[in-house]
């Protein structure tokens, strides 16, 4: 039998081999490491026998995000394991997957568990591991399954297991006396989870239905090295220093209301911030060939029927009545970007046309999933959809690539990317879907790329790139995307003249870069904790004149910097200067300028940097050729 691994190599195996038995082969240091493994791109545990010719990658917890959800998955099974020690058998399991960041249990309790129990659960957990207990998985008929569940008054079990198709043999895992209805895939012991921490716990409903019983839900994580936990412990307390709702408010950039749950209120500071933003999004998409639309907000519900929306994002949709006729609140552009391009013909010699749109949206989204502004019920995508000649789909998606490369640069970011294909629930041919994949793969091999494959997890019309940043504590942030989509211009009937004079269908782009403005400002709140860069900064400039002799020439240089375009603030209050300082610190404005005698006599300013605190006196020229540069460079 032949396995062939991830770097090409191919090495010959006895059939039936497991996977753990295959890494032993290959190296007895990564059977150590290896939490799962993908066999023809399927997750599995290492306990799967391989019985035929297949193309295998061992994964450890630090080559792939299923190596460490393989890891989590475990860890969720172990916290359970333990609650279920401590508390009795009357705590009922609900469910614990891993999740992007550690994992996560439900359980329904009679009485809610203490923070303060943190550390007993934690202790137990301790205990499990160094009893190094194996994990066994099988599998029951049907209704074995649920006759088991039953008699151990597993209710949330019973309801998942009688949901699935009659016939089909349900797979369950065990260490010591923890039986636990599950897919999978686990590591081979508990003694292989090294070091553990509980996080928080929660409400939340069962399956997310707020007309369900509430449970309690537990967040957790663990890692194969205690000073991995450690790195991971404090990058959360700088996360919570950083927090954007705390720093937004503080910095008085938005707000939230309860009158608009999921509805942010940007304030004066915060609209500089987010103009910033947007001007700087139209200028570098103008100078890269776009075009600017916007499109209504409302528009007749047999356009998102048409789309697909209405079919397969209903649930997420507002829909209002206007003249008794129904609509639909758009929950996404693409829609109206294709009324657009049918308002006219087009020939082959006007393609690629790129229309971007900064579009306000409305989705629907639960009240306990709603987070600041990076869970909320009206956001602005910087969208733009690019329709194009078929010869064409390679050379636009390379420009994609590179505006996003572009744009993360300036703002500081390095980022990842990740290539996802056809959902169970997908419209369109498989020629379309093969087309459209093998296109996205090449242009990524083309331009030497490295990616992650997301199997199934593309758009209902088409495969995606995803764009993953990493801000300046370590934690990800997908933003970016490009989708490759065959399925819309068809629904909508999009043609364009060929040179041989017959109508042909074009192909679409839809593509983000920040994603959502609220939620990109959210982001760069955290990630500079609140410092932005002077180009960003709502004041870039604080004068402070020391006695109200010194305010006329404070009102020159203001009247100065403007001029050049600073976004300079007086502070004219008849406070001493030490407090003002303070202030503009605590406001983290870039430049404080100190005004008194000696610099109203030399017509100096004396500058104090958020950075480098005391620069000293500088001519008022010379200053302002510094910031101006600072500011036209987007100076880090």
Not at 181 to 209: E, F, N, Q
Not at 213 to 222: A, E, T, V
Not at 353 to 373: F, M, Q, T
Not at 387 to 398: A, M, N, R
Request: net charge negative; with cysteine; proline share 3%.
């Amino acid at each position: 039998m032949k396995i062939t691994l991830k770097d090409g190599s191919v090495i010959d195996a006895e059939k039936g081999i497991s996977v753990l038995d295959l890494a032993k082969k290959i190296s007895e240091g990564l059977a150590r490491m290896a939490t799962a493994a993908k066999v023809n791109g399927e997750v599995v545990d290492l306990r799967f026998n391989i019985i035929e010719d297949s193309e295998v990658e061992i994964l450890t917890f630090d080559s792939s995000e299923d190596g460490k959800k393989a890891y989590w998955h475990t860890t969720a099974h172990i916290m359970a394991q333990a609650i279920k020690r401590i508390y009795g058998q009357d705590i009922k399991l609900a469910i614990g997957p891993a999740i992007n960041n550690g994992f996560y249990y439900d359980f329904d309790v009679k009485e809610n568990i203490s923070s303060e129990d943190f550390e007993k659960i934690e202790n137990e957990m301790k205990k499990i591991i160094k009893e190094d207990l194996p994990i066994e998985r099988y599998t029951l008929s049907r209704e074995e399954a649920i006759k088991f569940m039953k008699e151990l008054h597993e209710d949330y079990k019973v309801e998942l297991i009688e949901e699935l198709p009659e016939g089909e043999e349900i797979s369950f895992y065990k260490q010591g006396e923890f039986i636990d209805l599950c897919a999978g895939p686990h590591l081979m012991s508990t003694g292989k989870v090294k070091a553990v921490k509980i996080l928080s716990s929660s409400g939340a409903y069962w399956r997310g239905d707020e007309h369900n019983k509430m449970l309690q839900r537990f967040y957790g994580i663990s890692f194969p090295k205690a000073n991995e936990l450690e790195s991971y412990i404090n990058m959360l307390e700088e996360a919570k220093k950083r927090d954007h709702k705390k720093l937004g408010k503080e910095l008085e950039l938005f707000m939230m209301a309860p009158e608009g749950p999921g509805f942010p209120f940007f304030l004066p500071k915060g609209m500089v911030l987010r103009n910033v933003i947007e001007d700087f999004w139209k200028d570098i998409h103008k100078k890269h060939g776009y075009v600017e639309i916007k499109t209504p907000v409302i528009l007749n519900e047999e356009l998102w029927h048409r789309s697909g929306h209405w079919d397969h994002y209903k649930e997420n949709m507002y829909t209002t009545k206007i003249d008794d006729v129904d609509y639909g609140i758009k929950p996404m552009n693409c829609p109206g970007g294709m009324l657009v391009y049918k308002n006219k013909m087009h020939s082959y010699k006007d393609l690629p046309i790129r229309a971007g749109e900064l579009g306000l949206v409305h989705r629907h989204e639960k009240s306990g999933e709603l987070n600041g502004l990076f869970r909320v019920r009206c956001f602005t995508q910087d969208d733009a959809h690019i329709f194009c000649l078929p010869s064409q789909i390679e050379t636009e998606v390379e420009g994609v690539i590179s505006l996003v490369d572009e744009i993360y640069s300036i703002f500081g970011f390095e980022y990842t990317i990740e290539l996802s294909t056809r959902p169970e629930n997908s419209m369109g041919t498989d020629e379309q879907w093969n087309t459209a994949e093998t296109a996205l793969k090449k242009v990524l091999a083309d331009m030497n790329l490295e990616y992650t494959l997301n199997e199934g997890d593309g758009a209902f019309y088409g495969p995606k790139i995803d764009f993953h940043i990493k801000d300046s504590i370590g934690r990800d942030w997908q933003c970016g995307t490009i989708q490759l989509d065959f399925q819309m211009p068809e629904r909508f009937d999009l043609t364009y003249i060929g040179e041989d004079g017959e109508k042909h269908r074009p192909v679409m782009l839809h593509r983000a870069i920040l994603g959502s403005i609220e939620r990109f400002i959210g982001v760069l709140i955290e990630n500079y904790a609140g410092a932005f860069p002077t180009w960003l900064a709502p004041v870039q400039v604080e004068i402070m004149p020391i006695a109200d002799s010194h305010l006329e020439y404070a009102e020159t240089v203001k009247n100065r910097l403007e001029e050049v375009g600073v976004r300079a603030e007086l502070d004219s209050r008849n406070e001493k200067i030490g407090y003002k300082i303070r202030e503009a610190q605590l406001q983290k404005v870039p430049y404080m300028l100190i005004l008194g005698d000696k610099e109203k006599e030399a017509n100096n300013v004396g500058v104090r940097s958020r950075k480098d605190g005391d620069i000293g006196a500088m001519e008022l020229d010379e200053f302002i050729a510094k910031i101006v540069e600072e500011i036209d460079t987007y100076a880090k």
